[in-house]
């Protein structure tokens, strides 16, 4: 029997918050957005690093990645203020992708404060455009605007990467930010969103994918991959697991939970199990390299002992 990965763990995408004390709007009791997952009134709640390692278990996470939660976007510092906090008490995250509104007049003042703090790394704004295949050639999503580009253009001075996140039809985008700007490190979250998994939709995502492989400045996070109304299962995702290894290579692929958001399709465990089920036949250095080193490598996590206790509450330094 092939044995599974047990070695040290750098999640490269998770998520704190604490709605009672910190503006995520999103997060409100009587907040009811639409979402990919459905409902998701039961990650309302609190979420800190002492919850998280309780989901991790006995998964060897020694690193995390925090990312830009939705909070409150006419404060985006007051974010990072906050889960800097939280890093100096527990000692994680590690490595902060911060938030900043790239449309925003002020946004490259906001990127070189974010490139002041310690942790940060790179940031996340999510460009928006088609929502749906059908919209394609209708809409542009904001990597098109100039504007936005213009701001995007200063991440490589600051040495800011960009963490991605939209769906896959709009990756013909995405191409065009990597190759205008290949100082700069795109990074994909969540695989660009195979959330259609029929025949044509899973075609029309590799397409994508393979095309946007192309760039050498692009990385990919292998996380996300849940579906409304269903359990999350090794059998449905491992297809696309290892589409996305053979396409980007065992060096530009990480794995990541998307915890507390993914905790709505399964457990930590059930997912990182799925994970490591699908790669044990993998040489065990690509293994390290996907559940450990790319991330060590892409985000510099910040050395940090980490306790998995609860401290005294946190107040928000916003």
């Known amino acids: 029997m092939t044995e599974l990965w047990s070695g040290p763990i750098i999640d490269a995408h998770q998520h704190f918050w604490d709605p009672s004390i910190n503006p995520h709007p999103w997060l409100a009791a009587d907040a009811d957005l639409a979402f990919r997952y459905g409902n998701y009134s039961a990650i309302k709640r609190r979420y800190l690093p002492d919850d998280y390692f309780a989901d991790a278990g006995a998964h060897h996470v020694v690193q995390t990645v925090y990312i830009e939660s939705e909070w409150d976007p006419q404060d985006p510092i007051g974010e990072t203020r906050f889960i800097e906090q939280l890093a100096r008490r527990y000692g994680a995250p590690n490595a902060i992708v911060a938030q900043a ?82 100082g700069t490190t795109l990074i994909l979250n969540h695989a660009g969103l195979p959330s259609d998994r029929s025949a044509e939709g899973l075609a029309g995502w590799r397409l994508a994918m393979a095309r946007l492989a192309e760039w050498p400045n692009v990385q990919v996070k292998i996380s996300g991959l849940g579906q409304a109304g269903q359990a999350w299962r090794t059998k449905d995702n491992a297809w696309i697991v290892r589409e996305v290894i053979a396409m980007f290579g065992p060096g530009r692929a990480m794995f990541a939970s998307n915890f507390p958001v993914d905790s709505l399709c399964g457990s930590f465990d059930v997912i990182y199990n799925g994970f490591k089920s699908i790669v044990a036949d993998l040489p065990r250095a690509d293994q390290e390299r996907l559940f450990y080193s790319n991330a060590q490598r892409v985000y510099r996590c910040e050395p940090g002992t980490i306790d998995r206790t609860r401290p005294e509450p946190l107040r928000s330094e916003a």
């Open 101 to 182: 509104w790239l449309d925003h007049p002020d946004a490259v003042a906001v990127l070189a404060e974010q490139a002041s703090y310690k942790c940060v790394r790179s940031v996340r704004h999510k460009p928006g455009g088609p929502t749906t295949r059908a919209q394609v050639g209708h809409r542009r999503s904001l990597m098109s605007d100039e504007h936005w580009r213009r701001s995007y253009a200063a991440l490589q001075e600051l040495g800011l990467h960009f963490d991605l996140q939209t769906p896959w039809w709009n990756l013909h985008e995405a191409e065009r930010l990597a190759r205008d700007f290949p």
